[in-house]
């Protein structure tokens, strides 16, 4: 699995003219999922991601987690996450998850962030087209790849 977090004052999903997701004050997260990947990696992924210090804390340092800020997430499945640029200008997303595989750990890391968070998680739709709407806070960015555990 790979994730792009981005730390958010606000974060919106339109599908389709209609929002279908929004929130203030949390983590916008993009994620790749890809054939290899198993419910070891949404485990993992969700405690890095609920308790990653990215917030501020009374001192102005990143000190805090949005477990601990109270803050929200906002959960986007991206396939193009593992696009492969290796060759030619056109993208391969062969290591993108199929849908059979994907859909059910999409599903999954949704239930394991809630738990974790000790909240809902704001999702967009899997597969949809649709637009992302973000004001990057900081900006904060952060990569995560959780075959590559840096």
Do not use: C
Not at 10 to 38: F, P, Y
Not at 111 to 137: I, R, W
């Amino acid at each position: 699995m790979r994730v792009v977090i981005q730390r958010v004052t606000q974060a919106s999903v339109t599908i389709g003219g209609k929002i279908r997701s929004a929130i203030e004050n949390g983590l916008l997260v993009l994620l790749g999922i890809e054939e290899a990947d198993g419910q070891e990696d949404v485990a993992w992924l969700s405690a890095k991601i609920v308790n990653l210090r990215i917030f501020n804390d009374d001192a102005g340092v990143m000190n805090r987690s949005v477990l601990e800020t109270g803050g929200n997430i906002l959960l986007v499945s991206q396939f193009t996450l593992h696009a492969s640029t290796k060759k030619g200008n056109r993208p391969s997303y062969i290591k993108a998850g199929k849908p059979d595989t994907a859909i059910p750990l999409y599903q999954q890391m949704i239930a394991q962030l809630e738990k974790d968070l000790g909240k809902p998680v704001h999702t967009g739709e899997f597969g949809a087209d649709m637009q992302v709407g973000l004001l990057n806070d900081g900006p904060v960015t952060i990569i995560i790849d959780t075959k590559n555990r840096e």
